[in-house]
């Protein structure tokens, strides 16, 4: 499968052109675009400089994956957006990965060993968390995303959790940032059947919505 993936959910938006059968299979990575600063207008330049290195056309990507956060939501929008476009226009699969379970898997590549906890503002002084198991050959969840308050996150500090994340720092000095990488979501997609049309896509956000009707 050649999978062109996408996540906007941080700071650091990347797309990434991955190949392969599975996650197991260890894909090869034929290009990623990454961008880190203030909200991008350029992604469809990012695509386009992705598939210019990896030497392929829009017509031989197969299959989307999308990070759906949560994070920025105006950033997941437009991937989405993206993404509902491409299959409107070349009736491509799509699936949707979870960009905390990518920030998980990511640090987990990059040699992190242990109980982590993945923490991402939520806004009203409160964030989301979700704390993983760390191993050597893998990595797991132990606890599913939440909302919880400053004081959850400090708690889980102090047991010894790492703290990660790709704003950690702002709030909590000893942790370690951590993006969700595109290249990683779409290894984590590759092998998966659960394909969704476009309008399912959502963003991942555990607050109720609400609506309040003006006068």
Same mark, same amino acid.
């Given at each position: 499968?050649?999978?062109?993936?996408?996540?906007?959910?941080?700071?650091?938006?990347s797309v990434?052109?991955?190949?392969?059968?599975?996650?197991?299979? =260890?894909?090869?990575?034929? @290009?990623?675009?990454?961008?880190?600063?203030?909200?991008?207008?350029?992604?469809?330049?990012?695509?386009?400089?992705?598939?210019?290195?990896?030497?392929?056309?829009?017509?031989? %990507?197969?299959?989307?994956?999308?990070?759906?956060?949560? +994070?920025?939501?105006?950033?997941?929008?437009?991937? %989405?957006?993206?993404?509902?476009?491409?299959?409107?226009?070349?009736? &491509?699969?799509? &699936?949707?990965?979870?960009? #905390?379970? /990518?920030?998980?898997?990511?640090?987990?590549? @990059?040699?992190?060993? +242990?109980?982590?906890a993945v923490?991402?503002?939520?806004?009203? @002084?409160?964030?989301?968390? =979700?704390?993983?198991?760390?191993?050597?050959?893998?990595?797991?969840?132990?606890?599913?995303?939440?909302?919880?308050?400053?004081?959850?996150?400090?708690?889980?500090?102090?047991?010894?959790?790492?703290?990660? +994340?790709?704003? #950690?720092?702002?709030w909590f000095?000893?942790?370690?940032?951590?993006?969700?990488?595109? /290249? &990683?979501?779409?290894?984590?997609?590759?092998?998966?059947?659960?394909?969704?049309?476009?309008?399912?896509? &959502?963003?991942?956000?555990?607050?109720?919505?609400?609506? #309040?009707? +003006?006068?």
């Amino acid at each position: 499968m050649t999978l062109l993936a996408l996540d906007f959910s941080s700071p650091q938006r990347s797309v990434a052109v991955v190949r392969g059968s599975s996650p197991a299979a =260890a894909p090869p990575l034929l @290009d990623e675009v990454v961008e880190t600063g203030a909200v991008s207008t350029r992604a469809f330049q990012m695509i386009e400089t992705a598939l210019r290195h990896a030497g392929l056309e829009r017509e031989q %990507i197969e299959s989307l994956a999308i990070g759906l956060g949560p +994070g920025s939501y105006t950033g997941i929008r437009a991937a %989405i957006a993206i993404a509902q476009g491409w299959q409107l226009a070349r009736g &491509v699969n799509l &699936v949707g990965v979870s960009s #905390v379970d /990518a920030i998980a898997a990511e640090a987990q590549a @990059d040699g992190l060993r +242990g109980s982590a906890a993945v923490v991402l503002d939520a806004q009203r @002084d409160e964030f989301y968390l =979700a704390e993983y198991e760390l191993e050597p050959e893998n990595w797991r969840p132990l606890t599913p995303l939440r909302l919880v308050t400053r004081e959850a996150v400090q708690a889980a500090a102090k047991a010894n959790k790492h703290l990660i +994340g790709p704003e #950690v720092t702002r709030w909590f000095s000893g942790g370690r940032l951590v993006f969700p990488r595109a /290249a &990683v979501i779409g290894r984590l997609a590759l092998g998966r059947t659960d394909f969704v049309s476009g309008e399912k896509l &959502v963003p991942i956000y555990l607050r109720e919505t609400t609506f #309040v009707k +003006g006068r």
